[in-house]
Nanobody
Framework: QVQLVESGGGSVQAGGSLRLSCAAS????????MAWFRQAPGKGREGVAV???????NYADSVKGRFAISRDHVKNTLDLQMNSLNPDDGAMYYC????????????????WGQGTQVTVSS
């Protein structure tokens, strides 16, 4: 069973930056797709960024050019660097993992963290 624990959330003013981290309790080998999702109050969970087994990232249009996802196979961690934050980025952010190819389909991810809150004030 894979357990994921996020950290790094907090409150920041618009234009600021935050870095989220996700630590896996067991070894996440290179065959896993790793992803960040987010969910704002009253909205569905949406994909933010994914990184495949070869380290290739993919981003939602809303965060392209502002966010950067990265994974460390040695440390067994997943990070999300978030720059130029705006109030629309405020949400609970979740780390997720699935074996196989990457997708933004939340139902395809069996492993989820508990989430970390990001608040962006204008």
């Amino acid at each position: 069973q894979v357990q994921l624990v996020e950290s790094g959330g907090g409150s920041v003013q618009a234009g600021g930056s935050l870095r989220l981290s996700c630590a896996a309790s067991t070894y996440i080998n290179s065959r896993y797709c790793m992803a960040w999702f987010r969910q704002a109050p009253g909205k569905g969970r949406e994909g933010v960024a994914v990184v495949d087994s070869d380290g290739r990232p993919n981003y939602a249009d809303s965060v392209k050019g502002r966010f950067a996802i990265s994974r460390d196979h040695v440390k067994n961690t997943l990070d999300l660097q978030m720059n130029s934050l705006n109030p629309d980025d405020g949400a609970m952010y979740y780390c997720a993992a699935r074996l196989g190819r990457c997708t933004y389909d939340t139902g395809s991810f069996p492993y989820w963290g508990q989430g970390t809150q990001v608040t962006v004030s204008s």
